[in-house]
Nanobody
């Protein structure tokens, strides 16, 4: 059964780094568009990055450009989100999602992980 499992969340100080992993047993990750979304308390779900299946190109929302890097390890069937220079505004639950089409709309993605919490606080 296809599933996505996020890990790597935690608590860090502003300026710190975390690397989130999205393991995808049952998937072949390079066959799917994979995205990272986040949801802060009281706010809507926000797409922050995605990787296209056919060419591996990555896209980022402006608020994380230059700080976050999304990558894909096809051999491990895992997608990563390296987060550097974290800010308090990055505090949220982070989710990975997979679907047949890439984009910012959550409805494009059929498969979702359970989420991992990131807290950035001094």
């Amino acid at each position: 059964q296809a599933q996505l499992v996020e890990s790597g969340g935690g608590s860090v100080r502003p300026g710190g780094s975390l690397r989130l992993s999205c393991d995808a047993p049952g998937f072949t990750v390079d066959y799917y568009a994979i995205a990272w979304f986040r949801q802060a308390p009281g706010k809507e779900l926000e797409g922050i990055s995605f990787i296209r299946a056919y060419d591996g190109n990555t896209y980022y929302v402006d608020s994380v450009k230059g700080r976050f890097t999304m990558s894909r390890d096809n051999a491990k069937n895992t997608v990563y989100l390296q987060m550097n220079n974290l800010k308090t505004g990055d505090t949220a639950a982070y989710y990975c999602a997979a679907g047949n089409s890439a984009g910012w709309d959550p409805d494009l993605y059929n498969y979702w992980g359970q989420g991992t919490q990131v807290v950035v606080s001094s």
